[in-house]
């Protein structure tokens, strides 16, 4: 009997311990609360400085590289950069490939339709860069010229609302990065770029007496996180933390490293 006993106990044991695995996910670490992913997987385009960028030695960094880094460290998660062709960004999100857009992401209502986003965290122009000496003084000087600019960005779409000024140019000249457009200004193959300001006034501060930002621009926007429409409690949890950053000053610490000043909403 006894050994009846044993093999029934054994047996119960068994049909626990397979049971504590049917249709449940992995116990999330202590102290994560469980709608926080073991890791998160963030989509960027790594040549868009200073938000996203490799430095000399082919590291990722920028100040949505820190953010992300220590909003994953408060969410007690792991945190990786997956670069992508920005231009798919919708795509890559949707398909899981990645979990969250950061990386100068202008909130749309176009793009609200298909991406849940975090609040606002910082205001972008999109300014007009041209050669220091060019005689462009602004937007009706682009009649007949080549403009620039980085393919699937909102600067597309900031061009795009004033059909009037657009159908002025002799050609829209559309790159894989804002950075490659730069390079042609440069090269003189445009005569001026349309780009988002942040990655603009890093780029030419980096080249003082080569280029000029004219008064005018094509508009202002924000910038928010993005991630897919059904995390909502994802969400949630990041916002907390992307608050509690604010709060408590490190938000405004990166900032002041990437940008001279709190720029930040």
Not at 8 to 26: E, I, K, M, Q
């Amino acid at each position: 009997m006894r050994k009846n006993l044993l093999m029934l106990t054994a047996a119960v044991a068994l049909l626990a311990a397979l049971c504590a695995g049917c249709g449940s996910s992995p116990a999330a670490p202590a102290g994560k609360p469980p709608e926080i992913p073991p890791k998160i997987i963030i989509g960027l385009d790594d040549n868009f400085p200073p938000m996203g960028f490799r430095d000399k030695d082919g590291k990722l960094t920028g100040f949505d590289i820190e953010m992300a880094q220590e909003a994953a460290k408060r969410l007690k998660t792991a945190v990786e950069f997956k670069p992508i062709d920005w231009n798919s960004k919708e795509a890559e999100l949707t398909s899981k490939r990645v979990d969250m857009l950061w990386n100068g992401l202008t909130i749309t209502e176009k793009r609200k339709e298909n991406i849940l986003f975090s609040k606002p965290y910082m205001e972008n122009r999109q300014i007009i860069v041209v050669k220091d000496k060019s005689p462009i003084k602004d937007k009706a000087g682009l009649k007949g010229k080549t403009i620039g600019t980085q393919d699937g960005s909102t600067s597309v779409d900031a061009v795009e609302k004033e059909p009037a000024v657009l159908k002025s140019f002799k050609e829209f000249k559309k790159y894989g990065d804002f950075i490659a457009a730069l390079m042609d200004l440069d090269l003189g193959r445009l005569d001026a770029v349309v780009i988002d300001e942040i990655v603009g006034r890093y780029y030419t501060a980096m080249k003082p007496g080569q280029y000029r930002v004219l008064a005018d621009n094509f508009g202002t926007e924000e910038y928010g996180v993005g991630l897919r429409k059904s995390e909502g409690a994802l969400l949630a949890a990041l916002q907390k933390v992307l608050d509690e950053m604010k709060k408590d000053g490190t938000s405004a610490k990166i900032s002041t490293k990437w940008f001279g000043s709190d720029i930040l909403k």
